[in-house]
């Protein structure tokens, strides 16, 4: 996958007459601000896929990545996965079991850990009406792990996201 072409079609689109060899699966959703969703997947994306000549640690990328997408993030686990994990209200039992950890969703972008094997890239995106959104994201093959593409899209504030 070329990271810098993914990147650059993350922030301006696919040039004209641009042709993707490979299939293209759009992905659509729903949201009270759907322009909103896409800056902000947008920016969230484009953090990942150029991280500088190191890969940073979590700490840092906490402090690089837009605040909004983070605090969608469920806390990370420490070494005691059973305690740290355990959920006391029902608002953070729904997050426990919904939301991604953060360190989890960077393992996809992360070129040393499964950065290879994400399966996905962006390739476009625009509203759709007032409530809704589409992003086409470039596949080697179907099915694919769209886990995360579709938190990417529910942390910046997607609903009802259907491929």
Known sequence: ?????????????????????????????????????????RDALATVLDPGPAWPDLAQWRDRLPE?????????????????????TPQEQHVATTAWVLSGWLAWFDPEALGGSRGWQWWDAGPAGPAGAWVDVRIGAHPFPSGALEWLLRASGARDIDS
């Not at 922030?11 to 896409?38: I, K, N, Y």
């Open 68 to 88: 909004r997408f983070v605090a969608a993030c469920a806390p990370e686990r420490g070494p005691d996965k059973a305690e740290a994990g355990r959920a006391t």
């Open 1 to 41: 996958m070329d990271r810098q072409a993914e990147l650059r079609r993350v922030l301006e689109g696919p040039l004209p007459g641009e042709v993707s060899e490979a299939l293209l699966l759009r992905f659509t959703f729903t949201a009270d601000d759907p322009r909103s969703v896409l800056a902000l997947a």
